[in-house]
């Protein structure tokens, strides 16, 4: 008798980067292991940016990258983050050539 498990298998496919980053840096609220703020609320807007496989900085995150030659910034233009009165420059991280690891 056949293994009725066996219908239910699934070819394997390719994996498949769907995660996504948004990061700010700036000052937080932490109460009892959470953090608040205008900081935390754009971090989470930029990921809303963000597409699969990407990492969308802030200005704030983007001066302390700044300098950095394991990655490269590259500009995504004005970002109009809900809940936020004026657009916000965001940068695409992008992994150095010399740092890609191929």
């Known amino acids: 008798m056949p293994n009725s498990r066996s219908s ?7 994996a498949t980067n769907h995660r996504r980053a948004g990061v700010e840096a700036g000052t937080v ?8 703020g205008r900081t935390v ?28 030659t394991r990655w490269q910034l590259e500009s995504v233009g004005r970002l109009n ?11 695409r991280v992008i992994r150095s050539a010399e740092n890609s690891g191929g």
């Open 29 to 36: 609220i932490e109460q009892v292991g959470d953090l608040f």
């Open 81 to 91: 983050p809900r809940g936020f009165e004026a657009p916000i420059p965001g940068y």
């Open 41 to 68: 609320n754009q971090a989470a807007r930029i990921c809303g940016v963000a597409g699969p496989g990407e990492v969308i900085v802030g200005q704030g995150a983007a001066v302390i990258l700044d300098g950095e």
């Open 8 to 14: 239910n298998r699934t070819t394997a496919r390719p």
